[in-house]
């Protein structure tokens, strides 16, 4: 798994559990990354179903003063994308 996009920090994939399946960062800054993600898209999955039951998820966007995390969740897993937003 590269990283070879312009301002991209690192690429996560995690199972539907948060488990991290591959990653091209850290194993501390993984596990951080995918647990906290995981419940945040969980959350996310479910407003967005409490407000319509047909609805679901398909993308999330979080942009801070220094990165920005995109979560693309599927049935089974999730992929994380952490980039720096100014490169």
Sequence with gaps: MQKSQKG???IIVVNS?????K???DNSTTIQYAGLMHSFIMKARSTVRDIDPQNDLTFLRIRSKKNEIMVAPDKDYFLIVIQNPTE
Excluded: A
Aim: aromatic content about 0%; glycine content about 18%; overall charge negative.
């Design 8 to 10: 991209v920090q690192g």
């Design 17 to 21: 559990e948060g488990i991290p399946i």
């Design 23 to 25: 990653s091209t960062i």
